[in-house]
């Protein structure tokens, strides 16, 4: 602690002029940084329980009550200081704090500042500090200015700076821990040997207990490659289904009694309050199973019979896929393999939730993950962790969006940015001024298609004259299931087929002579066994439209020119739809012409 003399004139970037009510409460911000000063707040009623301090001996000893003296002492000593300084003082020993705040700053750094946020809502910040002259302090209060955090400064001692630093981080590592389950070897045998059909499922769960009912319902998602787990209450049942390749199926039932204390089980594990089933809530836990961590985003949902639940299970093992394994052939190809050594421009992918955005944009970047590039993105939530980037996580309730965070990546130095999706003007025109100052800019839409991209971003309010400079590409696709190579069979193609194949076939030869595509004799059915759970399908690629934004196509983009005249240049200039590329996938054998249909109708 700086002595009292040299305090008496502080660095002007943290200490207000103008001495506030030395009395101060955790929800206090009637003296802040800021030119604004916003009313006093209280802490809600929700607020997290606090972080409580070991308990003390029944019996102290006299070398206990004297430390107790001193540290009271100090305490008071520290409360006149900040009178002088015109700055709250706050205990910070007895004062609750969340283990969210825990994100804010590493403790790392909040030790090397002898620092802590202790208070927050929404923007607004209460920092508790030791020195108001430490540099490491003031620089990671000014970054945290940058942030437009709406700061509040108070004075506190460096033994309870030092005690809270402490609780805060080990709560923190507490809560990470709650939500990590290791399934054992045990539940893993007992579904090998047990469950040779996942309806058996619903008589085990009769006889074992909550924890390791959901335990064996992941392995079972786990052991079919499922992307969800639902469970869907509705009058008298509970029913469980599986996406499996995109497509949602019914595993089993379950008794509503049952249900009630599974549902209490994943509640707990992923965060949820188990107190409140009338509003919506998010949460997220991880399991462990033979090594693999699978992170599962939890979303429930109130309905008529009860909450509903939707598990997305995120394997972080499974790597990422290159971009012919996601199903880019040709022309797509090399477009995406050039893609990954522009030096800056927008890149977009396209097409509806659950179409394969996620994993084209993480095939993107580990590409550009390179020792001599700087990747930094912005996610909601993150998905995959890639070792060598920085990723951050938005939190819109805690005033933390994607314009936000997208203002601070850039002040990181970055080369390559991804920001998980433009949804508002603020972030697109923040996007595309980074794609125009010498960052490459990836992002998502959810357009139908790769030309609508463009009206969509006008829509949002972005002009043409920053558009068509901005863009470099923009990827529109679906996914569609693969064959199941164990039980396809050849049969005759009928004269609908026929019809189909005869009129994309010409359509692509008046493209480009470069796609050889004929009308076939026969083409492969799904039939359905064992190895597929009986769909006839097994696992998913994605079919593609890539539309190249070069010199014609900006010239038309600026001219507001119409989609269709677009459109035309880009086919002129050898452009494939998602139909037609969906189509050639098919005459490699690896999908069919029904799955085509399927995710391609709306087009």
């Known amino acids: 602690m700086p002595d009292q003399n040299s305090a008496t004139n502080p660095k002007p970037s943290i200490i207000s002029s103008t001495p506030p009510n030395n009395s101060s409460s955790a929800g206090d911000f009637s003296h802040t940084t800021a030119a604004s000063t916003p009313q006093a707040q209280s802490i809600p009623e929700n607020q997290p329980q606090p972080i409580t301090d070991p308990q003390l001996p029944q019996s102290p000893s006299f070398s206990d009550a004297v430390t107790k003296v001193n540290r009271d002492l100090k305490e008071k000593a520290v409360n006149e200081q900040a009178k002088q300084l015109g700055l709250s003082y706050i205990n910070i020993e007895k004062t609750p704090i969340n283990p969210d705040l825990s994100s804010i700053l590493t403790k790392e750094q909040a030790t090397a500042g002898l620092l802590i946020p202790f208070f927050r809502i929404g923007k607004k910040l209460r920092i508790a500090i030791q020195d108001p002259q430490n540099q490491t302090a003031i620089a990671l209060i000014e970054e945290l200015k940058t942030q437009d955090y709406l700061l509040n400064i108070n004075l506190a001692s460096d033994q309870g700076i030092i005690s809270a630093i402490d609780r805060l981080y080990k709560a923190a590592e507490k809560t990470t821990s709650q939500i990590i389950t290791q399934i054992n070897e045990a539940d893993i045998q007992t579904y090998e040997k047990e469950i040779q059909n996942l309806s058996e499922l619903q008589g085990k769960l009769k006889s074992i207990t909550a924890e390791e009912g959901l335990n064996l319902i992941n392995l079972g998602a786990i052991k079919t490659n499922a992307s969800d787990i639902h469970y869907q209450p509705e009058e008298g049942r509970v029913i469980v289904r599986f996406r499996i390749d995109g497509v949602l199926q019914t595993i089993f039932e379950m008794d509503p009694k049952i249900f009630a204390n599974l549902a209490n089980q994943l509640k ?179 357009t139908n298609s790769a030309i609508e991209s463009i009206p969509r971003l006008v829509n949002i309010g972005l002009q043409s004259f920053m558009i068509a400079p901005a863009l470099h590409m923009i990827v529109a696709q679906r996914l569609v299931r693969q064959l199941c190579p164990n039980c396809r069979q050849k049969q005759p193609i009928t004269e609908i087929e026929k019809r189909i194949f005869d009129e994309i076939c010409q359509a692509i030869q008046k493209i480009t002579t470069e796609i050889a595509c004929q009308t076939p004799n026969e083409l492969w059915h ?53 139909r037609e590329d969906g189509l050639l996938k098919v005459l490699q054998d690896k999908t069919t012409l029904e799955e085509v249909q399927r995710v391609t109708q709306i087009l």
């Not at 399908?537 to 010239?555: A, F």
């Open 268 to 446: 707990y594990k992923s965060g949820l309050k188990l107190n409140i089933d009338n509003i919506p809530q998010d949460g997220r836990y991880r399991f462990i199973v033979n090594g693999r961590k699978i992170d599962v985003r939890v979303s429930s949902l109130p309905t008529e019979f009860g909450e509903t639940f939707v598990c997305r299970l995120l394997d972080n093992k499974k790597g990422f896929l290159n971009f012919e394994e996601a199903g880019f052939i040709g022309r797509n190809l090399k477009l995406m393999e050039h893609a990954v050594k522009i030096a800056h421009g927008m890149i977009l992918i396209t097409g509806p939730t659950g179409s394969g955005k996620t994993t084209t944009l993480y095939s993107l970047l580990d590409k550009f993950n390179t020792p001599e590039k700087k990747v930094i993105t912005l996610e909601d939530p993150i998905e995959y962790h890639l070792s060598g980037i920085s990723q951050s996580q938005i939190n819109v309730k805690r005033g933390y969006d994607f314009a936000d965070g997208l203002r601070s990546i850039l002040r990181q130095d970055p080369d390559v940015v991804m920001v998980g999706e433009i949804r508002d003007f603020a972030t697109a025109e923040t996007a595309a001024q980074a794609s125009l100052t010498g960052h490459v800019l990836l992002s998502t839409l959810h």
């Open 526 to 578: 799904p039939v359905g066994c064992d190895q597929c759970s009986h769909t006839g399908y097994l696992g998913r690629l994605g079919i593609h439209e890539i539309l190249i934004i070069d010199e014609p196509i900006k010239r038309l983009i600026m001219d507001q020119k119409s989609s269709n005249d677009i459109i035309l240049k880009a086919r002129e200039q050898g452009m494939l739809t998602m």
